[in-house]
């Protein structure tokens, strides 16, 4: 995978006609399917995909344009991250297909532009339910990928704060709440992501977890994870571990094969100051400060470490007692998440504009989504206006069932 | 007792004739003290059997003196109310006695009115046979005598004009093409209608069989000589479209041309401003649509009157909306939308979606709960034992 890409920024012109072959030999195979527009072109480059699908190149050129993920990408990248509409789209089209958009490009091209011995900058996005945060998020995080950073991707954080089965008090600290099983999945999706970072990065410190288990010095991340996985009592501690590890070990040396880049992204990070909806034994609400996962996330908010990038999202959808019209920052993150937040970057994502929702319609036309004949018409496009207001969910939602 | 008995002896008497009654009267007056044996009847006799009555006959004499009195009662109406009474018409009686009688009464019907004797009487046959008990109508013993002279007459004028007919072709003149009857807009008169007109009952069976004589009548070229016959029996269709007011078409400082309106559905009020702007904005409550109406079916029922024009993505919309539940102001604004485009669209376009149901407010409105039951509809449980 390395290879591929170092050999990519060597000579770029050959390996991205290597590409066009081989997203050309793809293409046909996909094009088997889908019966009447795409299999007349002669180029593979239809008004809506572009050809470029490294979003390190992704400029104002592609805004609009459809890029499709790699699938090997996809299943290192985000075991958990997509959203599951769009995991179930992907499944039915066979391929993974982002539109480049504005609020994306602007998040990227602050990446490729800050300055990673200072601490991280903090990148909100925020705007209406169904915009497109969570995609931009995993747009940029693709990115950062490519760059072969280190990713940690918190996917929804809402999940952490309701719905939890099983609730433990904390085997390190009296007054905390573990919560053993979500903890450990996160980490087995970790694992998967960041594999080839695990064996590079080494312990600082000494870990103990029971009288029986602890973690020496020096021994390499991989080596904390399986305990997490393993062992699902003290699985929230060693996030809270890993995460205070990666920390340190983020932007620290500069040369060598120690290097690496952190990109933490958080989507729905306004459950971090919310409320939660979980109950302890005596029936009183938890805070989310009593919660280790949260407790540890919001260490890693504050930007007292260097050599990375915090990228987050909001989301109303899955939030705990916020009114439904709540999308600007201090709205949903409240007076102590803005508080802990501020400075911030806010990055604002709004519905498709006339050359995106052309672009999103051709997508479904090309894929023979839309299979009511009425719906191929100037007629039909203007009702699929009308109804969806350009807003990308919804339009999702209409064309699931034309 | 004496009265009792009294009565039910007057009651005999009035049966087989008046004759006795003023006798009965004195009789009782002159020996009060003495009992009447009291002959055995059974209360039958002296109630009314008020189904073989029928329906109460009104004589002609009873009718003249109600328009007399009618007309008398209308000139003391105009001095009361200080008006002109050579100029006081049905519509100023009914003012007046709406003022005079003030009725919180829900049913119209049962409110006081002043009308012609006419209107108020149902029309009714006159003694059909002489005092010898001679019919005057030929057809008397068929049973619906004016029914079948009507039909009678059709034929008459059906062979009348076959013969015009031969008379012209005999003569050489004869032409197909002559001025026909304007039959559109006019429909033939219905059933009940007819029955007014003949003043008796006519079966389904009956009517079709006029229905077709007159077709037969209409079939014929030179069926215009009977026209003023003919027209007797259509009635005149109003045209519907005209009915609707159309709202102002106002202008903006800008120059941009913007119609208000309003819409009503089952408590729900709404307010709607149509600009013609060019953008498809729509706010709502000072909301966005998409917000305000999460539900797919809410939005397609504002669309519907701006699909139906073809004018989806011209108008820029704001409105106001506010009591009863989603549903109902959705029905509300939609309404009120299509009311706003009366002024941007053309006449055709009004009757087509007159037609459409854009047009027409939804009479439904939420059924009274009665008592005795759970709700409107719904009783209570039923115990047979």
Known sequence: MNLHKLSSRLCPTVTQKFRHLHIQSSGQQLESVAVETASAEPNPLSVFRTSEQDPAYHSERQSGQYYTFPPAHIQKLFPHGLPPRFQLQIKTFNEGCVMVRPPALELISYLKRADYSKPPLRYVLYGDTGTGKTLSLCHALHYCYTQGWLIVHIPDAHLWVKNCKELLPSSSRPSRFDQPIQASHWLKNFKITNEHFLSKIKTTQRYVWTKRESTEMGQPLGELVDQGVNRMKSSSDVVGAVLRELRLQAGGITEGEGAFKLAVAVDGVNALWGKTSLKKEDRTLCEPEELTLIHNLRKMMKNNWSGGAILTALSQTGSLFTPRSAYLPNELLGEEGFDHMEPFVPVSVSNYDEKEFESCYLYYLDRNWLQHPHSRSEEGKKELIFLSNKNPSILERLCAFL | ?385
């Not at chain 2, 002896?9 to 009992?35: D, F």
């Not at chain 2, 120059?255 to 013609?276: H, N």
């Open chain 2, 1 to 385: 007792m004496a009265a009792s008995s009294c009565r039910g002896v007057r009651s005999i008497l009035w049966k087989y004739g008046s004759c006795g009654k003023n006798l009965c009267v004195s009789r009782s007056k002159t020996i009060p003290q003495l009992p009447v044996r009291q002959i055995c009847v059974s209360s039958s006799l002296w109630k009314k059997n008020l189904a073989a009555a029928g329906p109460q006959k009104f004589t002609q004499e009873f009718i003249d003196k109600q328009v007399e009195e009618f007309e008398v009662g209308k000139r003391h109406l105009a001095n009361m109310m200080g008006e002109d009474p050579e100029t006081f018409t049905q519509e100023d009686i009914d003012r007046s006695i709406a003022y005079l009688f003030p009725s919180g009464l829900f049913e119209k019907r049962a409110r006081p009115v002043m009308k012609h004797p006419e209107e108020i009487f149902p029309k009714q046959t006159a003694i059909q046979w002489d005092a010898v008990g001679r019919p005057f109508h030929f057809l008397f013993y068929t049973g619906k005598q004016s029914y079948y002279s009507l039909l009678h007459d059709v034929y008459e004028k059906i062979l009348a004009i076959e013969r015009h007919q031969d008379k012209m072709r005999s003569k050489g003149l004869f032409t197909s093409d002559t001025k026909q009857i304007v039959l559109t807009g006019s429909r033939w008169l219905l059933k009940e209608e007819m029955e007014e007109y003949l003043v008796e009952n006519v079966s389904d069976q009956d009517f079709m069989r006029f229905v077709q004589l007159m077709e037969k009548l209409l079939s014929m070229p030179y069926c215009s000589l009977e026209e003023e016959f003919i027209l007797k029996f259509r009635k005149q269709l109003e045209v519907q479209s005209s009915k609707h007011e159309i709202p102002a078409l106002q202008y903006d400082p800008q120059g941009v041309a913007f119609s208000v309106a309003e819409g009503r559905r089952k408590t729900a009020k709404a307010t709607i401003t149509l600009r013609d702007s060019g953008s498809g904005n729509f706010t709502i409550n000072g909301r966005n649509y998409l917000h305000y109406f999460p539900l797919l079916q809410d939005r397609e029922q504002l669309m519907f009157p701006l699909h139906f024009v073809g004018m989806l993505s011209r108008f820029d919309l704001e409105g106001s909306v506010e009591g009863s539940g989603h549903s109902a102001q959705a029905g509300a604004l939609r309404l009120a939308i299509s009311r706003a485009l009366l002024s941007f669209v053309s006449e055709g376009e009004v009757e087509k979606m007159r037609q459409a149901g854009l047009l027409t407010a939804d009479p439904r409105i939420k059924e009274r709960k009665k008592p005795g039951q759970e709700g409107a509809r719904k009783k209570f449980t039923w115990k047979k034992r």
